[in-house]
């Protein structure tokens, strides 16, 4: 019954990737291992969370840049796509007028191991907090609900507006059975991106999550370093302006 | 009885709610969120992490950032499992939104889910913005292994099945009975009417286990709730 109420214009982000040799750089910045950075990215551009030296979970929030109370919806996104974020996938904002933030255009994992359930990336699960870290670990790294934090300061947003994110680079699936959640370490390596193409003017804050590339579980971040790693955010002009949304609301309340 | 357009409940630490069916399946949305300060509520994704994506007995609700702990927990659950695939009881629910009804070929003039929350929180003098997300009791729902993406088929559950959640907190609980009914039915085959649920409270004169639990550790929260409050 879910996923296919809103069929996607595949051929429109066809022609998309295939323009890509006239796209403009716009900027490139490194967000140091462990922090949290918060950027603005205007409709039509592309922006690409690429890995440098391992793979790292970014924990990643998405707003509409004019009205921040239309945010990425999470419960709606898993009803909408299901559980995995790749390409194809739409970033989906909250009721009453849900429509798609952002479409993810690229996810480029050269030694993808996609034999088991698992894959990376997930629309579920939120972020890691100081409450967690001191319980398993005994200590309180910059946790992702501090790098949230920091990264909604940058964008002019308050913390208050942090909602639940996407977990990219982690390697997770809902157990069916169980309803666990099941994680392993990322396959993503050096030079792996995922790519969003924004359909309307947004505000990404994320965080480059202390659990690294999820190798250590947190039953053994007491004993175990947890490597973190930097993260290049990469800002393209595309020169395509975003199809308009034409699915009004017209339920009963939508207006209310 | 619960009616269409839902309702809003008080309860204090220490009691309980139950919610039995009356005439068969009838998938139950809870929201809460704390009598002393509304900002802290459930928070349905670490929920989920922390105690998987379908409550059975002994599942604990946590509340938001930088509260985090424990608002309800489940101390009775009589829906019996029937055949696979499915769970029941979702927490990463929330998704019964106007479009996603209206897509879903719901009558416009039928309120979603959502539309029934807001509407039953501004009479509380409650912020619709406040609930983002609930957990979803007697719901069945299947998750596709390959895909994750999910199904909700209709539930087990049967009339007299009940849940019961006991309060770790002094809080307010909204409850919508979703216009899904007890699922597997498309939207357009519903007249946005709703089984009669009924919801009974009780006092235990029992009090909650003190939080933080004993010998575990807790940041200091003070600095979190700060930032909160200069920034808005």
Redesign the interface.
């Known amino acids: 019954m879910s996923g296919h109420v809103y069929p996607i214009d595949r051929g429109f982000y066809e022609a998309l990737r295939g323009s890509a040799p006239s796209w403009q750089k716009v900027s490139r910045t490194i967000v140091p291992a462990g922090r949290g950075y918060g950027c603005r990215v205007l409709a039509g551009q592309t922006v690409r969370l690429e890995m440098l030296e391992r793979a790292q979970i970014i924990d990643l929030d998405v707003f509409s840049a004019d009205e921040p109370d239309v945010y990425l919806h999470a419960p709606t996104q898993l009803y909408l796509e299901g559980g995995r974020v790749t390409v194809g996938t739409r970033l989906w904002s909250t009721p009453p007028r849900t429509r798609p933030l952002a479409t993810v255009i690229e996810d480029r994992i050269a030694r993808r191991d996609s034999t088991g359930m698992l894959r990376d990336h997930k629309c579920y699960g939120a972020h890691c907090n100081p409450h967690q870290w001191l319980l398993f670990a005994g200590r309180l790294p910059r946790t992702c609900y501090d790098n949230l934090s920091e990264g909604c300061r940058m964008v002019g947003l308050s913390p208050a507006r942090i909602h639940d994110n996407l977990n990219l680079y982690m390697k997770s699936a809902l157990d069916p059975a169980t309803g666990r959640h099941l994680n392993v370490t990322s396959d993503a390596g050096p030079g792996d991106f995922i790519e969003f193409y924004a359909e309307m003017d947004i505000l990404l804050v994320l965080s480059l999550c202390p659990y690294g590339d999820g190798s250590v579980v947190p039953e053994d971040w007491a004993t175990t370093d947890v490597l973190t790693s930097p993260v290049a955010v990469e800002i393209t002009e595309t020169g395509v302006k975003p199809a308009p949304w034409s699915h009004a609301p017209s339920s009963a309340g939508a207006t209310a | 009885v619960l009616g269409p357009e839902g309702a809003v409940i008080t309860v204090r630490a220490g009691d309980l709610v139950s919610l039995t069916l009356e005439a068969g399946p009838q998938v139950v949305l809870v929201h809460a969120w704390s009598t002393a300060d509304p900002?802290e509520h459930i928070?349905?994704?670490?929920t989920?992490?922390l105690e998987?994506?379908?409550l059975v007995e002994g599942s604990r609700l946590w509340s938001t950032?930088?509260w985090?702990r424990t608002m309800l927990t489940v101390v009775e659950d009589r829906v019996v499992q029937g055949p696979e695939?499915g769970?029941h009881h979702f927490?990463?629910?929330?998704?019964e939104?106007?479009?996603?009804?209206?897509?879903?070929g719901?009558d416009?003039?039928?309120?979603?889910a959502?539309?029934?929350f807001?509407?039953l929180l501004r009479r509380h003098d409650a912020d619709p913005?406040t609930h983002?997300?609930h957990v979803a009791l007697f719901r069945k729902v299947?998750?596709?292994?390959?895909?994750?993406?999910?199904?909700?088929p209709l539930s087990d559950a049967r009339a007299c099945d009940r849940v019961v959640l006991y309060a770790e907190l002094d809080l307010q609980l909204a409850l919508v009975p979703s216009p899904f009914q007890g699922g597997g039915r498309?939207a357009r085959e519903l007249d946005g009417g709703v089984l009669p649920v009924r919801v009974e409270t009780w006092a235990t004169g029992v009090e909650p286990i003190g939080w933080p639990y004993s010998g575990?550790?807790?940041?200091d929260i003070q600095p979190?709730l700060s930032?909160?409050e200069a920034?808005?």
């Open positions: 900002r928070w349905c994704n670490e989920s992490s998987d994506c379908f950032m930088p985090f695939p769970r927490v990463l629910d929330g998704w939104t106007p479009v996603v009804w209206s897509a879903e719901g416009p003039a039928i309120p979603s959502w539309d029934r807001a509407s913005r983002r997300d299947a998750i596709d292994p390959s895909s994750q993406r999910i199904a909700f498309p575990l550790p807790y940041p979190y930032t909160l920034s808005s």
